[in-house]
């Protein structure tokens, strides 16, 4: 027999129920779960339990009566019965729970704190990312989905590497760019350069990862991107993810689990047929928060959306437990202002040699591939192949590249954990709040 002590009432117990083990690491700090290591189960600890819970010291047990009519939600666990014959009259028929403690209590894991910038395009992300990150001691990981590909620099709006000409080391900043390359050896310093994407002295990730003749998907972007979070953490630093691929950035903080599903060669062919505007419009009615972030003009992301979405019967991403602490700053704008910006930054585009280069691409690599189905590319091959005429082609680009912009602010806009700022400053003010709790 055994008696337990609540207030000035003693409690015997004709049935135990004996725990081994301790709270999970990563559960909150109230005693909500317990254990049972046999069996690896984890069961929620009734209500009722609170109010009779017994705390001793370290390495002794815990006490804790249950009430007898509660009893089945623990049937999972291991039984004991004792006698009840030496129980005074007052006796009451109820059941204990033992859990044996460990000599030393791990403390709650933290979860690691991570800073998302995103925004439409030409919305200024990148800068305000790079500004931050010198700030706060950061390295970005970029979300994009068109600048993974290797050679897809103006078309992207991919930023500059520092490192791309070794030639070029005595334009920019030499000690910035040695200072991140403190750790490496002087024979492993051309290595280290060839590996390492840095622009104004803060290094850059899921930047040039892919080959534009093979499809990336968002599955290689998740695994790649979360080696790269880890890196970053082991050094100390912050991880800042930037970009507008929303899609991108919640596989990552959310940890998306993406279920594999086959191709249906049938099913392609049917949808083969169909144009890209056909396409999205069946997207948008199998599931319309998939095709709120998705390039309307990409037939095979299409394809492949509607043949993911016919097969599971909803979005392909699952969100998990939340392994990330994270801020999400968005940048506001004021829609004509950012209309314009897009406009001038397409002008820009064409300066800096946008047909050019698609048309360097397209000797290395096939037109028909999924990496130039990207706004931008698409329009200057159609005009390199004679589909349209070349006045046609700047004014063809500033269109769709706007009303992907609106797509994008249409899921960004459904976000209630973004916080949007109009500048530097304020977001500033936010981080320094965030880091400090």
């Known amino acids: 027999m055994i008696c337990g002590r609540h207030g000035d009432r003693n409690f015997y117990f004709k049935e135990l129920i004996i725990v081994c083990g301790a709270r999970e ?85 933290k979860r690691p704190k991570i800073i998302v910038i995103l925004g439409p395009t030409a919305s200024g992300k990148s800068e305000l990312a790079v500004k931050l990150a010198q700030k706060f001691n950061g390295e970005i990981i970029s979300a994009d989905s068109r600048q993974v590909y290797k050679g897809l620099n103006i078309g992207s709006g991919k930023v500059p590497n520092e490192l791309a000409n070794l030639s070029r080391i005595n334009l920019v900043n030499p000690s910035r760019i040695f200072a991140t ?22 290094p ?67 949808l083969e047929k169909k144009s890209a505007e056909e396409l999205f419009k069946q997207l948008k009615k199998l599931d319309p ?24 019967g909803k979005i392909p991403g699952i969100k998990k437990a939340l392994r990330y602490n994270f801020l999400k700053i968005g940048i506001s704008i004021p829609k004509e202002r950012l209309k314009n910006r897009i406009f001038r930054r397409v002008d820009k585009m064409v300066k800096l040699g946008f047909i050019n280069e698609t048309k360097k691409l397209l000797k290395k690599y096939s037109a028909d591939l999924p990496a130039f189905d990207a706004i931008g590319y ?45 500048n530097y400053q304020e977001a500033v003010i936010l981080i320094k709040k965030f880091l400090s709790e």
């Not at 930047?207 to 790649?224: G, H």
């Open 25 to 109: 690491e990563g559960e909150s700090g109230r005693n909500n779960s317990v254990v049972d290591s046999r069996a690896s189960v984890n069961t929620p600890l009734l209500p009722s339990l609170r109010r009779f819970q017994y705390r001793p010291s370290l390495g002794t047990s815990i006490l804790l009566p249950v009430l007898q009519h509660r009893r089945e939600t623990l049937l999972r666990f291991r039984r004991f019965y004792l006698p009840v014959a030496d129980a005074p009259p007052d006796f009451q028929s109820k059941s204990a729970i033992i859990i044996a403690m460990p000599k030393k209590l791990s403390t709650p894991a």
């Open 378 to 422: 698409r329009e200057i091959i159609d005009y390199l192949q004679g589909k349209i005429s070349l006045p046609r082609v700047v004014p063809l680009i500033k269109k769709n590249t706007w009303q992907y912009t609106k797509r994008q602010m249409t899921w960004f806009k459904r976000d209630k954990e973004i916080i949007w700022v109009k």
């Open 181 to 202: 390359l403190a750790k490496d050896s002087r024979d492993n310093i051309s290595d280290s350069f060839a590996k390492q994407y840095i622009y104004k002295g803060i």
């Open 204 to 270: 850059h990730h899921l930047l040039d990862v892919a080959s534009p003749k093979r499809t990336f998907t968002i599955a290689q972007y998740q695994k790649l991107a979360k080696k790269a979070l880890q890196k970053i953490l082991k050094k100390g630093k912050i991880p800042i993810i930037c970009g507008g691929t929303g899609f991108y950035i919640d596989a990552l903080i959310y940890d998306y689990r993406f279920p594999e599903v086959a191709p249906q060669p049938k099913l392609r062919k049917q």
């Open 289 to 312: 928060e998939r095709a709120a972030n998705i390039d309307p003009y990409n037939k095979r992301r299409l394809i492949r959306a509607i043949e993911t979405t016919k097969t599971l």
